[in-house]
């Protein structure tokens, strides 16, 4: 039930998109108003040398990270719709949960300035979310219990929206998959 809660929010999302983007332009905001909305956001200060530089090593671990967050979760969609195989689930979660293993050992070991500490710290724990949830999610392969799905489920939203805070600092205007 919670993962046909995501395939149908999934669905909303993509058709809410496709629908903005197949709107004539007539219907679009003009671009001078567009312009002075974006002017009025406040934008952050820019990212000092040391900011930059641990800015563009994290981003190394981030891109590989989207990629696999996204896996996860189409890996219990994918068990949920095609079939409930919890062998083929296991095998796809396996890398995954190796994958957040190494990448929070990686993140806790660079070298942040004194500034983003706090977001490396969030990043770490993004990691380790998606890590227990990959491992709550093996866990169920064995056992059966449902209730590790909807576990995972949890701590996989909690990460995603820990590492999209860190990416407004690091990379604002960053492209969001999730």
Same mark, same amino acid.
């Given at each position: 039930m919670l993962l046909a809660g995501v395939v149908? *929010?999934?669905?909303?999302?993509?058709? &809410? +998109?496709?629908? %903005?983007? =197949? %709107? #004539? #332009? *007539? =219907? =679009? /905001? #003009?671009v001078a108003q567009t312009i002075s909305t974006r002017d009025e956001k406040p934008q952050p200060p820019p990212l000092t040398a040391d900011e930059e530089r641990f800015a563009t090593t994290l981003w190394a671990v981030h891109r590989e990270a989207t990629r696999s967050a996204v896996a996860l979760s189409f890996a219990g969609i994918a068990y949920q719709t095609e079939g409930r195989d919890a062998? &083929?689930?296991? /095998?796809?979660?396996? #890398?995954l949960a190796k994958f957040f293993h190494d990448a929070e050992t990686q993140v806790r070991a660079m070298g942040a300035p004194p500034s983003l500490t706090a977001s490396?710290?969030?990043y770490v724990d993004a990691m380790a979310l998606y890590a227990n949830a990959a491992s709550e999610m093996l866990k169920f392969t064995g056992d059966g219990d $449902? /209730? $590790?799905?909807n576990l995972a489920h949890e =701590?996989? +939203? $909690? &990460? *995603?929206e820990d590492m999209l805070r860190v990416g407004e600092i690091l990379w604002p205007g960053q492209y969001k998959p999730h």
């Open positions: 149908a *929010s999934l669905a909303a999302t993509g058709g &809410a +998109v496709w629908l %903005r983007e =197949m %709107r #004539p #332009p *007539s =219907m =679009m /905001q #003009p062998h &083929a689930l296991a /095998q796809r979660i396996e #890398p490396q710290g969030q $449902r /209730q $590790r799905l =701590m996989d +939203v $909690r &990460a *995603s």
